[in-house]
T-cell receptor, first 111, second 115 residues
Framework: GENVEQHPSTLSVQEGDSAVIKCTYS??????FPWYKQELGKGPQLIID?????GEKKDQRIAVTLNKTAKHFSLHITETQPEDSAVYFC??????????FGKGTRLHILP | DAGVIQSPRHEVTEMGQEVTLRCKPI?????LFWYRQTMMRGLELLIY????????DSGMPEDRFSAKMPNASFSTLKIQPSEPRDSAVYFC?????????????FGDGTRLSIL
């Protein structure tokens, strides 16, 4: 079945530095890749997504890249701020409306 | 603009009791998903509905779990009888149905503790 691997599980970066989270997926038919941010006591919130006909997408300090050949996609956060501290999940579609989530990355922004 | 609304936010009950979790999806969305989140297993899809019809319930762990969607604005997830290993955070999410793979919008979850 479909599998999404996410690395690292924990990431600590100095405030102002960049953070990168990487994911791989197994189903070559996957064509939609959302990223979610989850804060304590809240549900996952969509922060950015990318579709398979695009290689890169940027929204202010957040960017995602997709390599369909290698089945890799990554989240890049630049100029990190304390409010970026949270758990981040990558996901990939499986069949029409089902998405499979990675296990999450706990991001700590150090002062 | 109201998001996905789940109730209750917290539930503590003794094993063997029936538990009912409730979800109101975003108005106009016609796909609804129930997830369970634990430290060990992460976010797991339990079941999802399209236009109120259950499409895939392969993630439902046991017959003790059941889900219904009687109309487009309401869904329930029921556990009967509950067991301590059912303790987790349960999320409901909704999205627009379509071939373009629309984003899912999550509620804030129900934290369930079975004693």
């Amino acid at each position: 079945g479909e599998n999404v691997e996410q690395h690292p599980s924990t990431l600590s970066v100095q405030e102002g530095d960049s953070a990168v989270i990487k994911c791989t997926y197994s189903d070559s038919a996957s064509n939609y890749f959302p990223w979610y941010k989850q804060e304590l006591g809240k549900g996952p919130q969509l922060i950015i997504d990318i579709r398979s006909n695009v290689g890169e997408k940027k929204d202010q300090r957040i960017a995602v890249t997709l390599n369909k050949t290698a089945k890799h996609f990554s989240l890049h956060i630049t100029e990190t701020q304390p409010e970026d501290s949270a758990v981040y999940f990558c996901a990939a579609t499986y069949r029409d409306d089902k998405i499979i989530f990675g296990k999450g990355t706990r991001l700590h922004i150090l002062p | 603009d109201a998001g996905v609304i789940q109730s209750p936010r917290h539930e503590v009950t003794e094993m063997g009791q029936e538990v009912t979790l409730r979800c109101k999806p975003i108005s106009g969305h016609n796909s609804l998903f129930w997830y369970r989140q634990t430290m060990m297993r992460g976010l797991e899809l339990l079941i999802y509905f399209n236009n109120n019809v259950p499409i895939d319930d392969s993630g439902m762990p046991e017959d003790r779990f059941s889900a219904k969607m009687p109309n487009a604005s309401f869904s329930t997830l029921k556990i009967q009888p509950s067991e301590p290993r059912d303790s987790a955070v349960y999320f409901c999410a909704s999205s627009l149905l379509g071939n373009s793979n629309q984003p899912q919008h999550f509620g804030d979850g129900t934290r369930l503790s079975i004693l």
